[in-house]
């Protein structure tokens, strides 16, 4: 039983070994996400999983990279012999990593395929509330709906609540080229108070301070 495993994997090597390379082309138009133009300078990396011994690699290997021109084009032409997924790839100081993973039949060998990639800008804000003076009032801060990107920090139907004397910071990660806005709701006993704010991102760390 161990001979035939054996032969079938002599096979499968010889096979994989003396199959011809494929040249692909590929090409495309990076933008980014909120005003549409496109992102020059942004390097595009595609990176394919090898196929060997009848199995998939567990890896990718970087196989071609190209950086955007002035209008975010981009242009990559590259020879794999045997591959079941490509990883394409967008990166630029200042965005977010951009991703995708692309079948093998999805792109052909006769064409030019075409691989659009979208990116984010990369924004953070820096949260600073402060509450001193005021030990039995309450702050609850909320984000707009429309404040899309921001991971953790803008559940608009919960929101987030502090209560008596508190002095914090946390930081909010968010995708830039957008306005951010959010609302303060000062509690006091028989009233609450809320104030509407907005911070134009674009990239970057954005400080906020507010006192209570």
Not at 59 to 68: D, F, H, L, P
Not at 130 to 151: D, H
């Amino acid at each position: 039983m161990r001979y035939i495993i054996l032969i079938l994997s002599l096979i499968t090597l010889l096979q994989v070994g003396c199959k011809k390379p494929s040249r692909y082309e590929v090409s495309g138009l990076v933008t980014e996400f909120y005003g549409a133009g496109g992102v020059s300078g942004a390097e595009v990396e595609v990176a394919y999983a090898p196929i060997g011994y009848g199995s998939v690699s567990g890896g990718y290997e970087k196989v071609a990279s190209a950086i955007c021109d002035a209008s975010g084009d981009y242009a990559l032409s590259f020879n794999v012999v045997s591959t079941a997924t490509f990883r394409i790839r967008a990166r630029k100081d200042g965005y977010l990593l951009a991703e995708e993973i692309v079948n093998a039949d999805t792109w052909s060998t006769k064409d030019q395929n075409l691989q659009d990639m979208v990116m984010y800008k990369s924004g953070m804000l820096e949260f600073h509330l402060i509450n001193t003076t005021k030990p039995t009032a309450q702050l609850l801060l909320s984000f707009s709906e429309n404040s899309v990107g921001c991971k953790g920090c803008c559940d608009y139907q919960q929101g987030r609540l502090y209560e008596g004397l508190f002095d914090t910071i946390f930081n909010c990660p968010v995708y830039g080229n957008q306005l951010i806005e959010y609302k303060l709701t000062r509690i006091l006993p028989g009233s609450a108070i809320p104030e509407d704010h907005s911070v134009d991102v674009d990239n970057g760390t954005y400080r906020i301070e507010h006192h209570f």
